[in-house]
């Protein structure tokens, strides 16, 4: 046994110098991400942060990474066009760049994804304004373009809305929004708890984006009177998922009871049986 | 006569109870000092029926198919009547079962109980240990969450460490060059109907030893205690029976109170073999070695550490032939056994948190 050992311990040894197999494991094991490193980055967003850019410039990848989009992998080539893989010809019109838009191109700059955001958009008196001369706002005015946030009502505030016109339309409006817009809220944080205890809610989680994204759509059309129209619709698909996620949670409830309930039946089936067998033991 | 009485005598006619009993249970003597500890075994075995039974339940429902997998379990968790408490007494008992093999395996080698004539009960119980990790290993895959898939990524790339055999190894546990659902496939198949026979074979084997050798006086004894020990039954099975009731209401105390130890927020999350999430890692029995091969900056000598590691923990009782079965009379081998312990440790924590 010992001599096995022994040759055991010089094959050890000599190991090292059979060193090249590594390779794979090391492609396998330790470059992948889980092994600490991050998913890899397009050549955008490596030059743009790079010394040879200019500095008014070198916020946007910054900011874009604080973004929600990064968080769901929009890139900067799904916004410019563009080509992320090959440096020299990345900004190529040929490639499909489309440089930065001007400032009445910006919703349809948008609008390729968020499209029933960009038709009420460019139904509503904003829309209009901006296509007519350029002065309603356009996404950018309101969102930002590279740190986008989660959108809420919170985006109503005096500073943006009465740059234009006075306050008051805007206010009516966040009124009208706001019981629906508390309802999402409460909703995502009772998601956020089941989901921490456990529970699989992408079935909900999908309907609740499906709603809040219609009910948000129809903010861009900033008329107050169809929105509040429509709330009551609203609120009934929200009491919808609502009921289920209370349904879930009561569930939850009973299985902790269930459970906690067997757990003192086995510790008081444990204390009689350790009894049982000190009477045998005497 | 009564009745019951009746069944008995027939019963005694045909094949012996009364004799079975008398020299199996009643007339099996186990030392007097005999305490907790010498009963993990016994829970062992309680532990691994409730894998099966548990097992069983979950094998109507489940469907060993990468589309449909993931989110069947959530029907099982959601839908199917009690499916939640069968799946969580199956994922809390896994590790609850790893838990107590190991300290099994600590009480048997602190009494040194693994001396002659035992080699061969200390080396099926380690062959043992082995198969429940690989059911544990293909058990985590089975969920196919982003857990599942990402930790199972991890600790079937251990093998490709190894010379000319790591890959060829990785490639046939997983079937293809990345976990996809060709390894689902195997692994469901190992895990439900591969690994049992041979864990239940070395089971038998295992008992059949036990029975043959008896087992083995404490060395810590003081004094000479009941002569002749006492009977398995009732005196032993009854401590045994404490000890399976104790690791139940464990086991329940955890899934009323815990859920989510062994299932955190990516065990709720389908695989996407495109994202990778960012903090995975393996079973926390895992993690002392997979910890371990990360360390030694080369994988070669890593991985045959390991191997060798492996060798001696399975040959122990043929390298240490000392008579002296007294550990704390043996103060290197206390020593070597405490560092080993406590490395492991670190190892398990330096890998979880880092």
Known sequence: MRYILLLAAIHILSSPALADFREVFEREFLLKPWAGAEVEESVCVECHTSEIMKPEYRHVAEEWKLSWHYQNRVSCHDCHGGDPEDAAMSMSPQRGFLGTPGYTAVPEFCGKCHVGILRNYLESGHGKALKAGKRGPNCVTCHGSHGISKASIEIINDRLCSRCHSYERAKSMKQALFLVEKKIENIEKDLEDLRASGVYTEDERKALFRTHAEFRALFHTIDVSLVKNRTDEFTKKLDVIQERIEETSSELAFRRNFSAFIMLLFAGMAVVVFLLSKTYMD | ?354
């Open chain 2, 1 to 354: 006569m009564t009745l019951w009485q009746r069944i008995i005598r027939w019963l005694d006619e045909r094949i012996g109870l009364t004799e079975l009993v008398d020299t199996h249970l009643k007339g099996y003597r186990v030392p007097s000092e005999a305490g907790v500890f010498y009963t993990l075994g016994m829970v062992a075995v309680v532990a691994y029926a409730i894998q099966a039974v548990t097992g069983f339940v979950l094998l109507i429902y489940y469907i060993p198919h990468a589309d449909y997998a993931f989110h069947g379990l959530q029907e099982i968790m959601r839908k199917a009547p009690f499916g939640w408490l069968f799946r969580m007494m199956h994922v809390v008992g896994s590790n609850m079962m790893v838990a107590v093999l190991f300290l099994h395996l600590f009480s048997v080698f602190f009494t040194g109980s693994y001396k002659k004539p035992r080699e061969l009960t200390w080396l099926t119980g380690g062959l043992m240990l082995l198969f429940a990790l690989l059911f544990c290993l293909s058990g985590y895959l089975l969920p196919w969450s982003q857990l599942s898939y990402w930790a199972t990524t991890i600790v079937t790339a251990m093998p490709t460490a190894f010379p000319y055999l790591g890959e060829y190894v990785t490639r046939l546990l997983r079937g293809t060059e990345h976990v996809s659902g060709v390894t689902l496939n195997r692994f469901f198949a190992l895990h439900v109907a591969i690994l049992p026979p041979f864990l239940v074979s070395l089971m038998g084997l295992h008992v059949f030893l036990i029975r043959r050798t008896g087992i083995s006086p404490s060395p810590f004894r003081r004094s000479e205690g009941q002569a002749g020990g006492y009977p398995l039954y009732p005196h032993f099975l009854l401590k045994g029976l404490f000890m399976v009731m104790v690791y139940l209401a464990v086991m329940f105390f955890i899934i009323s109170f815990m859920p989510t130890l062994f299932l955190p927020a990516e065990a709720n999350v389908p695989a996407d073999p495109y994202k990778t999430p960012a903090h995975i890692k393996p079973g926390w029995y895992f993690l002392a070695p997979y910890q371990m091969l990360k360390l030694i900056p080369n994988k070669f000598l890593g991985i045959f550490i390991e191997l060798l590691l492996l060798g001696v923990f399975l040959l122990w009782p043929f390298l240490d032939t000392k008579e002296e079965r007294n550990i704390m009379r043996r103060p290197l081998l206390l020593g070597v056994f405490l560092l080993t312990l406590t490395l492991w440790i670190l190892l398990t924590l330096w890998g979880k948190y880092s």
